[in-house]
């Protein structure tokens, strides 16, 4: 059974470009998580999304930020008009969410370095 | 509002005990988690509490909760080298975000 996958596991953009970051939670799961890691930081919540909705988008940036699941497919984190702030690890997790059963997998990540 | 709060660094030697220290705000948490990391590394978990518990024991691990000071521990026994990462300890309400405390980095000496 494979793990959470994300991917690129590296990613580098230039100022102004967009950035789009892909997860495939793990077989049967149906909920997916997104975090961003600063350097020398902890992670900090930014989107909760199930199939197809978004659950809780708190921890979003307002402006530039989205994050879809599709019914098919990966879930995207896109970053429009990227700036040097945004560098960080950002990393999907996926839980099952049956009843104790509710514990995040998390993806290797994938680190962004804006130029 | 959510804190979950930890020590930055603990240095320990090969083959002695490590606790790693945690506090967190929320007293509706049901769920606390330690999650290690390596470095350029995704998470990886090591396990976890519901809140109704006081202690679990899993191989060299344990994790003691202490709910009414909201106080969570993680002991190491016979660190190892290999045991050398930060640990995050993580506190979540049903099927919720988790809420990250800074990260311990532990140095384990030989």
Same mark, same amino acid.
């Given at each position: 059974?494979?793990?959470?996958? #994300?991917?690129? =596991?590296?990613? !580098?953009?230039?100022?102004? #470009?967009?950035?789009?970051?892909?997860?495939?939670?793990?077989?049967? *799961?149906? *909920? !997916?998580?997104?975090?961003? /890691?600063?350097?020398?930081?902890?992670?900090?919540?930014?989107?909760?999304? /199930?199939?197809?909705?978004?659950?809780?988008?708190?921890?979003?940036?307002?402006?530039?930020?989205?994050?879809?699941?599709?019914?098919?497919?990966?879930?995207?984190? =896109?970053? /429009? #008009?990227?700036?040097?702030?945004?560098?960080?690890?950002?990393?999907?997790?996926?839980?099952?969410? =049956?009843?104790?059963?509710?514990?995040?997998?998390?993806?290797?990540?994938?680190?962004?370095? !804006?130029? | 509002?959510?804190?979950?709060?930890?020590? %930055?660094?603990?240095?320990? @030697?090969?083959?002695?005990?490590?606790?790693?220290?945690?506090?967190?705000?929320?007293?509706?948490?049901?769920?606390? $988690?330690?999650?290690?990391?390596?470095?350029?590394?995704? %998470?990886?978990?090591?396990?976890?509490?519901?809140?109704?518990?006081?202690?679990?024991?899993?191989?060299? %691990?344990?994790?003691?909760?202490?709910?009414?000071?909201?106080?969570?521990?993680?002991?190491?026994?016979?660190?190892?080298?290999?045991?050398?990462?930060? $640990?995050?300890?993580?506190?979540? @309400?049903?099927?919720?975000?988790?809420?990250?405390?800074?990260?311990?980095?532990?140095?384990?000496?030989?």
């Amino acid at each position: 059974n494979a793990g959470v996958m #994300q991917n690129p =596991r590296h990613l !580098v953009r230039r100022r102004g #470009q967009e950035a789009r970051l892909r997860c495939s939670p793990m077989k049967g *799961h149906s *909920h !997916v998580y997104w975090y961003r /890691q600063l350097p020398e930081e902890g992670l900090k919540f930014m989107v909760y999304l /199930q199939k197809e909705n978004i659950i809780d988008e708190s921890g979003m940036p307002k402006e530039r930020f989205s994050a879809e699941f599709p019914k098919e497919g990966p879930s995207i984190l =896109r970053i /429009q #008009q990227v700036v040097r702030g945004d560098s960080a690890a950002y990393f999907c997790a996926s839980s099952a969410y =049956r009843a104790r059963e509710e514990t995040q997998y998390f993806g290797p990540g994938t680190r962004l370095l !804006v130029l | 509002g959510e804190d979950v709060e930890q020590s %930055l660094f603990l240095s320990v @030697r090969e083959g002695d005990s490590s606790v790693i220290n945690c506090t967190y705000t929320d007293s509706s948490s049901t769920y606390l $988690y330690w999650y290690k990391q390596e470095p350029g590394a995704g %998470l990886q978990l090591l396990t976890y509490i519901f809140s109704n518990m006081d202690m679990k024991q899993d191989q060299r %691990l344990t994790v003691l909760l202490n709910k009414k000071d909201k106080h969570l521990s993680l002991r190491i026994a016979d660190t190892q080298t290999g045991d050398s990462a930060i $640990y995050f300890c993580a506190e979540s @309400r049903a099927g919720n975000k988790l809420t990250f405390g800074g990260g311990t980095r532990v140095l384990v000496k030989p």
